[in-house]
Protein backbone atom coordinates (compact mmCIF):
# COMPACT_ATOMS: atom_id res chain seq x y z
CA UNK A 1 0.00 0.00 0.00
CA UNK A 2 1.48 3.42 -0.50
CA UNK A 3 2.97 5.43 2.36
CA UNK A 4 0.23 7.88 4.07
CA UNK A 5 2.35 10.03 5.30
CA UNK A 6 4.08 10.17 2.02
CA UNK A 7 0.14 10.36 0.17
CA UNK A 8 -0.90 13.36 2.93
CA UNK A 9 1.87 15.69 2.85
CA UNK A 10 1.22 15.24 -1.37
CA UNK A 11 -2.55 14.96 -2.10
CA UNK A 12 -2.98 16.96 -4.95
CA UNK A 13 0.28 15.41 -6.55
CA UNK A 14 -0.59 11.68 -5.32
CA UNK A 15 -4.36 12.25 -6.97
CA UNK A 16 -2.96 13.50 -10.75
CA UNK A 17 -0.26 10.49 -10.73
CA UNK A 18 -3.23 8.16 -10.00
CA UNK A 19 -5.42 9.09 -11.99
CA UNK A 20 -2.89 8.44 -15.08
CA UNK A 21 -3.92 5.24 -14.33
CA UNK A 22 -7.94 6.49 -15.23
CA UNK A 23 -10.14 6.74 -12.44
CA UNK A 24 -11.17 8.99 -9.61
CA UNK A 25 -9.07 8.50 -6.97
CA UNK A 26 -10.62 12.15 -5.02
CA UNK A 27 -11.64 9.50 -2.50
CA UNK A 28 -8.12 10.03 -0.65
CA UNK A 29 -8.96 13.60 0.05
CA UNK A 30 -11.14 11.13 2.97
CA UNK A 31 -7.65 10.39 4.96
CA UNK A 32 -6.94 14.57 5.86
CA UNK A 33 -9.99 14.35 8.02
CA UNK A 34 -9.73 10.74 8.90
CA UNK A 35 -6.18 11.13 9.80
CA UNK A 36 -6.91 14.37 11.76
CA UNK A 37 -9.70 12.88 13.67
CA UNK A 38 -7.55 9.69 14.79
CA UNK A 39 -4.90 11.82 16.18
CA UNK A 40 -7.18 14.16 17.95
CA UNK A 41 -8.63 10.59 19.60
CA UNK A 42 -5.19 9.80 20.72
CA UNK A 43 -4.24 13.22 22.10
CA UNK A 44 -7.23 13.33 24.02
CA UNK A 45 -7.16 9.83 25.39
CA UNK A 46 -2.96 10.50 26.19
CA UNK A 47 -4.58 13.82 27.85
CA UNK A 48 -6.74 11.88 29.85
CA UNK A 49 -4.49 9.05 31.07
CA UNK A 50 -2.19 11.51 31.99
CA UNK A 51 -4.63 13.34 33.83
CA UNK A 52 -5.62 9.84 35.79
CA UNK A 53 -1.77 9.20 36.58
CA UNK A 54 -1.90 12.10 38.55
CA UNK A 55 -5.24 11.59 40.30
CA UNK A 56 -4.26 8.53 41.12
CA UNK A 57 -1.80 9.69 42.99
CA UNK A 58 -3.45 11.77 44.75
CA UNK A 59 -6.14 9.23 45.92
CA UNK A 60 -3.15 7.43 46.96
CA UNK A 61 -2.15 10.45 49.32
CA UNK A 62 -5.58 11.27 50.19
CA UNK A 63 -6.36 7.92 51.31
CA UNK A 64 -2.96 8.07 53.68
CA UNK A 65 -4.53 11.08 55.51
CA UNK A 66 -7.67 9.11 56.26
CA UNK A 67 -9.58 11.82 53.60
CA UNK A 68 -11.94 8.72 52.61
CA UNK A 69 -14.95 11.41 51.37
CA UNK A 70 -12.29 13.07 48.75
CA UNK A 71 -10.76 10.20 47.93
CA UNK A 72 -13.91 8.12 46.68
CA UNK A 73 -14.88 11.73 44.27
CA UNK A 74 -11.57 11.45 42.77
CA UNK A 75 -12.27 8.07 42.01
CA UNK A 76 -15.65 8.41 40.80
CA UNK A 77 -13.89 10.54 38.10
CA UNK A 78 -11.33 8.02 37.41
CA UNK A 79 -14.22 5.81 36.52
CA UNK A 80 -15.92 8.31 34.48
CA UNK A 81 -11.97 8.79 32.36
CA UNK A 82 -12.09 5.55 31.79
CA UNK A 83 -15.16 5.29 30.05
CA UNK A 84 -13.82 8.38 28.27
CA UNK A 85 -10.83 6.45 27.05
CA UNK A 86 -12.54 3.37 25.97
CA UNK A 87 -14.58 5.47 23.67
CA UNK A 88 -12.00 7.53 22.51
CA UNK A 89 -10.31 4.32 21.37
CA UNK A 90 -12.80 3.05 19.55
CA UNK A 91 -13.34 5.95 17.47
CA UNK A 92 -9.21 6.06 16.84
CA UNK A 93 -9.75 1.95 16.16
CA UNK A 94 -12.83 2.91 13.40
CA UNK A 95 -10.44 5.68 12.01
CA UNK A 96 -7.65 3.44 11.26
CA UNK A 97 -9.97 0.49 9.53
CA UNK A 98 -11.32 3.17 7.09
CA UNK A 99 -8.02 4.69 6.68
CA UNK A 100 -6.80 1.27 5.45
CA UNK A 101 -9.84 0.15 3.47
CA UNK A 102 -9.17 3.32 1.42
CA UNK A 103 -5.23 2.53 1.16
CA UNK A 104 -6.02 -1.06 0.42
CA UNK A 105 -8.02 -0.03 -2.82
CA UNK A 106 -5.69 2.15 -3.78
CA UNK A 107 -3.49 0.90 -6.73
CA UNK A 108 0.67 1.97 -6.50
CA UNK A 109 1.97 4.93 -8.25
CA UNK A 110 3.41 4.78 -11.80
CA UNK A 111 7.04 5.19 -12.16
CA UNK A 112 7.65 8.47 -14.12
CA UNK A 113 9.22 6.39 -17.18
CA UNK A 114 5.85 4.85 -18.22
CA UNK A 115 4.26 5.94 -21.38
CA UNK A 116 1.06 7.97 -20.29
CA UNK A 117 -2.01 6.59 -21.77
CA UNK A 118 -5.78 5.00 -21.00
CA UNK A 119 -4.60 1.69 -21.99
CA UNK A 120 -2.80 -0.73 -23.84
CA UNK A 121 -2.75 1.51 -26.98
CA UNK A 122 -0.20 3.70 -25.50
CA UNK A 123 2.36 0.85 -24.28
CA UNK A 124 5.83 1.54 -25.40
CA UNK A 125 7.71 -1.82 -27.53
CA UNK A 126 10.95 -1.31 -26.11
CA UNK A 127 12.51 -3.96 -28.93
CA UNK A 128 12.24 -6.79 -31.12
CA UNK A 129 14.13 -10.46 -30.95
CA UNK A 130 14.14 -12.34 -34.13
CA UNK A 131 11.37 -11.57 -37.15
CA UNK A 132 7.94 -14.01 -36.76
CA UNK A 133 8.65 -17.09 -37.94
CA UNK A 134 7.49 -17.98 -42.14
CA UNK A 135 6.72 -21.21 -43.16
CA UNK A 136 6.59 -23.01 -46.54
CA UNK A 137 2.61 -23.88 -45.74
CA UNK A 138 -0.54 -22.23 -44.27
CA UNK A 139 0.69 -22.94 -40.15
CA UNK A 140 -1.85 -24.49 -37.88
CA UNK A 141 -2.95 -23.42 -34.42
CA UNK A 142 -1.57 -25.34 -31.22
CA UNK A 143 -5.44 -26.16 -30.37
CA UNK A 144 -5.67 -27.67 -33.94
CA UNK A 145 -2.20 -29.50 -34.19
CA UNK A 146 -3.22 -30.92 -30.22
CA UNK A 147 -6.64 -32.29 -31.41
CA UNK A 148 -4.86 -33.55 -35.02
CA UNK A 149 -2.25 -35.23 -32.97
CA UNK A 150 -4.45 -36.50 -30.45
CA UNK A 151 -2.11 -34.90 -27.32
CA UNK A 152 -5.01 -32.51 -26.32
CA UNK A 153 -8.51 -33.52 -25.47
CA UNK A 154 -10.84 -30.74 -24.18
CA UNK A 155 -14.26 -32.94 -24.39
CA UNK A 156 -12.77 -34.75 -21.83
CA UNK A 157 -11.68 -32.15 -19.59
CA UNK A 158 -15.00 -30.15 -19.87
CA UNK A 159 -16.53 -33.69 -18.53
CA UNK A 160 -14.42 -34.09 -15.78
CA UNK A 161 -13.92 -30.32 -14.56
CA UNK A 162 -15.81 -28.03 -16.94
CA UNK A 163 -15.09 -25.74 -19.53
CA UNK A 164 -11.18 -24.33 -20.39
CA UNK A 165 -9.63 -26.98 -18.79
CA UNK A 166 -7.56 -29.18 -20.58
CA UNK A 167 -6.12 -32.64 -20.63
CA UNK A 168 -2.63 -32.93 -21.77
CA UNK A 169 -1.47 -36.44 -23.09
CA UNK A 170 1.93 -38.19 -24.37
CA UNK A 171 4.44 -35.93 -26.03
CA UNK A 172 2.71 -32.76 -25.10
CA UNK A 173 2.33 -33.75 -21.36
CA UNK A 174 6.25 -34.26 -21.53
CA UNK A 175 6.24 -30.90 -23.15
CA UNK A 176 5.04 -29.08 -20.83
CA UNK A 177 7.18 -30.83 -17.93
CA UNK A 178 10.27 -30.60 -20.07
CA UNK A 179 10.26 -26.57 -20.43
CA UNK A 180 9.16 -26.51 -16.61
CA UNK A 181 12.65 -27.96 -15.95
CA UNK A 182 14.46 -26.47 -18.49
CA UNK A 183 13.23 -22.94 -16.75
CA UNK A 184 14.15 -23.71 -13.72
CA UNK A 185 17.48 -25.32 -14.40
CA UNK A 186 18.26 -21.97 -16.29
CA UNK A 187 17.61 -19.44 -13.68
CA UNK A 188 18.91 -22.00 -10.90
CA UNK A 189 22.24 -21.06 -12.85
CA UNK A 190 21.30 -17.82 -13.04
CA UNK A 191 21.45 -17.48 -9.05
CA UNK A 192 17.78 -17.89 -7.90
CA UNK A 193 16.87 -19.72 -5.04
CA UNK A 194 14.33 -22.67 -6.22
CA UNK A 195 11.11 -22.76 -3.97
CA UNK A 196 8.57 -24.78 -4.29
CA UNK A 197 5.41 -23.32 -2.61
CA UNK A 198 2.04 -23.82 -1.34
CA UNK A 199 -0.83 -23.94 -3.62
CA UNK A 200 -3.32 -22.85 -1.01
CA UNK A 201 -2.71 -19.61 0.98
CA UNK A 202 -4.15 -17.82 3.56
CA UNK A 203 -6.56 -14.42 3.30
CA UNK A 204 -3.20 -12.35 4.90
CA UNK A 205 -1.38 -13.45 1.76
CA UNK A 206 -3.35 -12.40 -0.90
CA UNK A 207 -3.82 -9.13 0.87
CA UNK A 208 -0.36 -8.63 1.36
CA UNK A 209 0.37 -9.16 -2.49
CA UNK A 210 -2.47 -7.17 -3.36
CA UNK A 211 -4.65 -9.87 -4.76
CA UNK A 212 -7.20 -9.15 -1.94
CA UNK A 213 -9.81 -6.75 -1.95
CA UNK A 214 -9.60 -6.00 -5.76
CA UNK A 215 -9.49 -9.56 -7.24
CA UNK A 216 -11.52 -11.24 -4.99
CA UNK A 217 -13.93 -12.49 -7.63
CA UNK A 218 -11.12 -13.54 -9.66
CA UNK A 219 -9.99 -15.95 -7.07
CA UNK A 220 -10.80 -19.91 -6.04
CA UNK A 221 -11.54 -19.90 -2.45
CA UNK A 222 -12.23 -23.11 -0.61
CA UNK A 223 -13.90 -23.53 3.12
CA UNK A 224 -14.36 -26.17 5.69
CA UNK A 225 -15.01 -26.17 8.97
CA UNK A 226 -11.36 -25.52 9.67
CA UNK A 227 -10.49 -22.47 7.95
CA UNK A 228 -10.75 -20.96 4.67
CA UNK A 229 -7.73 -21.07 2.01
CA UNK A 230 -7.48 -19.65 -1.51
CA UNK A 231 -6.02 -21.70 -4.25
CA UNK A 232 -2.84 -19.64 -5.44
CA UNK A 233 -3.32 -17.04 -8.84
CA UNK A 234 0.37 -17.59 -9.40
CA UNK A 235 3.48 -18.35 -7.16
CA UNK A 236 4.21 -14.98 -6.07
CA UNK A 237 1.88 -14.56 -3.55
CA UNK A 238 3.26 -17.33 -1.38
CA UNK A 239 6.76 -16.47 -2.44
CA UNK A 240 6.58 -13.03 -1.71
CA UNK A 241 5.06 -13.56 1.52
CA UNK A 242 7.32 -15.79 2.46
CA UNK A 243 9.35 -13.07 4.64
CA UNK A 244 6.10 -11.18 5.67
CA UNK A 245 6.50 -9.21 8.74
CA UNK A 246 10.26 -10.02 9.09
CA UNK A 247 13.32 -7.71 9.08
CA UNK A 248 16.35 -8.58 6.52
CA UNK A 249 19.60 -7.93 6.30
CA UNK A 250 20.89 -5.40 4.06
CA UNK A 251 24.14 -7.54 3.55
CA UNK A 252 21.55 -10.05 2.34
CA UNK A 253 19.32 -8.03 -0.12
CA UNK A 254 18.80 -8.82 -3.32
CA UNK A 255 16.97 -11.99 -2.61
CA UNK A 256 15.88 -14.29 -5.71
CA UNK A 257 13.66 -17.08 -5.47
CA UNK A 258 12.48 -19.22 -8.79
CA UNK A 259 9.33 -21.54 -8.08
CA UNK A 260 7.18 -23.60 -10.15
CA UNK A 261 3.50 -23.81 -9.35
CA UNK A 262 -0.06 -24.48 -11.01
CA UNK A 263 -2.19 -21.15 -11.17
CA UNK A 264 -5.67 -21.04 -10.83
CA UNK A 265 -7.83 -18.01 -11.91
CA UNK A 266 -11.62 -17.57 -12.50
CA UNK A 267 -11.40 -14.85 -14.31
CA UNK A 268 -13.71 -14.67 -17.33
CA UNK A 269 -11.67 -13.24 -20.08
CA UNK A 270 -13.02 -12.63 -23.30
CA UNK A 271 -14.76 -14.57 -26.31
CA UNK A 272 -12.39 -15.43 -29.18
CA UNK A 273 -8.76 -17.13 -29.34
CA UNK A 274 -7.71 -16.69 -25.85
CA UNK A 275 -10.83 -18.79 -24.75
CA UNK A 276 -9.51 -21.85 -27.46
CA UNK A 277 -6.56 -24.06 -26.72
CA UNK A 278 -4.11 -23.37 -23.65
CA UNK A 279 -3.34 -19.86 -23.51
CA UNK A 280 -6.20 -18.57 -20.90
CA UNK A 281 -7.49 -21.51 -18.78
CA UNK A 282 -8.72 -21.55 -15.22
CA UNK A 283 -5.66 -23.62 -14.31
CA UNK A 284 -2.16 -23.60 -15.96
CA UNK A 285 1.37 -23.94 -14.85
CA UNK A 286 3.77 -21.17 -14.47
CA UNK A 287 7.29 -20.45 -13.62
CA UNK A 288 7.71 -17.44 -10.97
CA UNK A 289 10.43 -15.46 -10.48
CA UNK A 290 10.55 -12.73 -6.94
CA UNK A 291 12.99 -10.45 -5.92
CA UNK A 292 13.90 -8.84 -2.50
CA UNK A 293 15.97 -6.00 -2.90
CA UNK A 294 17.35 -2.28 -1.87
CA UNK A 295 15.29 0.64 -3.03
CA UNK A 296 18.29 2.27 -4.56
CA UNK A 297 18.82 -1.09 -7.28
CA UNK A 298 15.21 -1.85 -7.65
CA UNK A 299 15.14 -0.76 -10.99
CA UNK A 300 18.17 -1.94 -11.96
CA UNK A 301 17.20 -5.15 -11.03
CA UNK A 302 13.70 -5.24 -12.69
CA UNK A 303 16.14 -5.27 -15.82
CA UNK A 304 17.85 -8.01 -14.68
CA UNK A 305 14.71 -10.00 -14.53
CA UNK A 306 12.86 -9.24 -17.20
CA UNK A 307 16.70 -9.90 -19.36
CA UNK A 308 16.69 -13.59 -17.20
CA UNK A 309 12.53 -14.18 -18.37
CA UNK A 310 14.01 -12.83 -22.12
CA UNK A 311 16.61 -15.46 -21.74
CA UNK A 312 14.43 -18.39 -21.85
CA UNK A 313 12.82 -17.17 -25.00
CA UNK A 314 15.99 -16.59 -26.69
CA UNK A 315 17.38 -20.16 -26.09
CA UNK A 316 13.75 -21.68 -27.29
CA UNK A 317 15.05 -19.29 -30.63
CA UNK A 318 11.94 -18.34 -30.01
CA UNK A 319 10.40 -14.49 -31.74
CA UNK A 320 9.11 -12.28 -29.15
CA UNK A 321 9.25 -8.31 -28.07
CA UNK A 322 9.53 -6.59 -25.10
CA UNK A 323 6.93 -4.01 -24.23
CA UNK A 324 6.73 -1.08 -21.57
CA UNK A 325 3.19 -0.67 -20.32
CA UNK A 326 0.91 2.82 -20.19
CA UNK A 327 -0.15 4.15 -16.76
CA UNK A 328 -3.80 3.14 -17.95
CA UNK A 329 -2.68 -0.85 -18.27
CA UNK A 330 0.07 -1.14 -15.67
CA UNK A 331 -0.89 -3.94 -13.20
CA UNK A 332 -2.54 -2.84 -9.70
CA UNK A 333 0.53 -3.16 -7.59
CA UNK A 334 3.40 -2.58 -10.12
CA UNK A 335 5.01 0.91 -10.42
CA UNK A 336 6.87 -0.39 -13.60
CA UNK A 337 5.83 -3.60 -15.60
CA UNK A 338 7.94 -4.72 -19.10
CA UNK A 339 5.47 -7.39 -20.91
CA UNK A 340 7.05 -10.15 -22.85
CA UNK A 341 5.02 -11.02 -25.84
CA UNK A 342 5.85 -13.89 -28.02
CA UNK A 343 4.92 -14.30 -31.63
CA UNK A 344 2.31 -16.99 -32.09
CA UNK A 345 1.24 -17.89 -35.58
CA UNK A 346 -2.17 -18.52 -34.37
CA UNK A 347 -3.14 -14.85 -33.68
CA UNK A 348 -1.98 -13.75 -37.44
CA UNK A 349 -3.14 -13.78 -41.15
CA UNK A 350 -0.36 -14.94 -43.44
CA UNK A 351 -0.44 -14.58 -46.96
CA UNK A 352 1.33 -16.60 -49.84
CA UNK A 353 4.52 -14.49 -51.12
CA UNK A 354 7.38 -16.11 -53.39
CA UNK A 355 6.47 -19.42 -52.09
CA UNK A 356 6.50 -18.37 -48.60
CA UNK A 357 3.20 -17.98 -46.17
CA UNK A 358 4.54 -14.77 -44.53
CA UNK A 359 3.10 -12.49 -41.74
CA UNK A 360 2.47 -8.87 -42.64
CA UNK A 361 1.16 -6.88 -39.36
CA UNK A 362 2.25 -9.33 -36.28
CA UNK A 363 0.75 -10.11 -33.29
CA UNK A 364 2.46 -11.05 -30.46
CA UNK A 365 0.65 -12.60 -27.17
CA UNK A 366 1.76 -11.53 -23.32
CA UNK A 367 3.81 -14.32 -21.87
CA UNK A 368 5.74 -12.66 -19.44
CA UNK A 369 4.83 -9.83 -17.25
CA UNK A 370 8.07 -8.19 -15.15
CA UNK A 371 7.15 -5.73 -12.55
CA UNK A 372 8.70 -3.53 -9.84
CA UNK A 373 6.28 -3.09 -7.25
CA UNK A 374 8.82 -0.98 -5.43
CA UNK A 375 7.83 -1.04 -1.18
CA UNK A 376 3.67 -1.09 -2.24
CA UNK A 377 3.70 -4.76 -1.29
CA UNK A 378 6.35 -4.80 1.41
CA UNK A 379 4.46 -2.13 3.59
CA UNK A 380 1.52 -4.48 3.18
CA UNK A 381 3.14 -7.75 4.13
CA UNK A 382 5.48 -5.63 6.64
CA UNK A 383 8.73 -6.82 4.96
CA UNK A 384 11.54 -4.41 5.93
CA UNK A 385 15.68 -4.29 6.36
CA UNK A 386 18.62 -2.89 8.06
CA UNK A 387 21.45 -1.45 6.88
CA UNK A 388 23.31 -1.97 10.10
CA UNK A 389 21.98 -2.72 13.50
CA UNK A 390 22.19 1.18 14.34
CA UNK A 391 19.88 1.63 11.48
CA UNK A 392 16.52 2.42 11.48
CA UNK A 393 14.40 -0.16 9.93
CA UNK A 394 13.33 0.33 6.22
CA UNK A 395 10.46 -1.49 3.89
CA UNK A 396 12.45 -3.52 1.25
CA UNK A 397 11.51 -3.10 -2.97
CA UNK A 398 10.00 -6.19 -4.58
CA UNK A 399 9.95 -7.61 -7.72
CA UNK A 400 8.42 -10.55 -9.56
CA UNK A 401 8.06 -11.94 -13.19
CA UNK A 402 6.53 -15.30 -15.00
CA UNK A 403 10.09 -17.05 -16.05
CA UNK A 404 8.04 -18.05 -18.78
CA UNK A 405 4.16 -19.01 -18.71
CA UNK A 406 4.65 -22.36 -19.12
CA UNK A 407 1.24 -23.11 -21.08
CA UNK A 408 1.59 -20.54 -23.52
CA UNK A 409 5.42 -21.27 -24.19
CA UNK A 410 4.47 -24.95 -25.11
CA UNK A 411 1.91 -23.15 -27.47
CA UNK A 412 3.94 -21.01 -28.81
CA UNK A 413 6.63 -24.52 -28.96
CA UNK A 414 3.99 -26.23 -31.13
CA UNK A 415 3.00 -23.13 -33.36
CA UNK A 416 6.73 -21.82 -34.39
CA UNK A 417 8.29 -25.36 -34.57
CA UNK A 418 5.13 -26.87 -36.63
CA UNK A 419 6.32 -28.75 -39.88
CA UNK A 420 4.68 -29.14 -43.25
CA UNK A 421 4.16 -33.23 -42.65
CA UNK A 422 2.15 -32.47 -39.38
CA UNK A 423 5.37 -33.09 -36.61
CA UNK A 424 6.73 -30.19 -34.25
CA UNK A 425 10.40 -30.05 -34.36
CA UNK A 426 11.72 -29.85 -30.99
CA UNK A 427 14.10 -27.40 -30.07
CA UNK A 428 17.74 -27.83 -29.56
CA UNK A 429 17.84 -26.94 -25.82
CA UNK A 430 14.52 -28.93 -25.07
CA UNK A 431 16.04 -32.21 -26.82
CA UNK A 432 17.87 -33.27 -23.45
CA UNK A 433 14.95 -33.15 -21.51
CA UNK A 434 12.88 -34.86 -24.53
CA UNK A 435 15.17 -37.22 -25.22
CA UNK A 436 13.81 -36.81 -28.70
CA UNK A 437 14.63 -34.32 -31.77
CA UNK A 438 10.78 -34.73 -33.34
CA UNK A 439 7.43 -35.07 -31.66
CA UNK A 440 4.88 -37.20 -34.00
Not at 46 to 62: T, W
Not at 98 to 104: D, P, S, T, V
Not at 322 to 341: I, M, N, Q
Request: some cysteine; overall charge neutral.
Amino acid sequence: MLDIKYVLENMDQVILKLQQRTGDYSYLRDLISLDSKRKECIIKADEIKNRRNVQSKEIGKLKAQKKEKEASELLSKLSFDKEEIERLDQQRVKCEEKIKEILLKTPNLPDDSLPVGEDESKNRVEKYYLKPTEFTFKPLSHWELGAKMGYFDYDRAGKVTGSRFTFYLGAFAKLERALSAFMLDVHSDNGYVEVLPPFLVNSDSLTGSGQLPKFADQAYLTENTSDSLWLIPTAEVPITNYYRNEILDYSDLPKSFVGYSSCFRAEAGAAGRDTRGIIRQHQFQKVELVKFTSPETSFEELEKLTSEAELILKLLKLPFRRVCLSTGDLGFSAAKTYDLEVFLPSYNVFVLEDGKYVCKDPVYKEISSCSNDTDYQARRMNIRFKRNKDSKTEFVHMLNGSGLAVGRTVAAVIENYQNEDGTITVPEVLIPYMHCSIIK
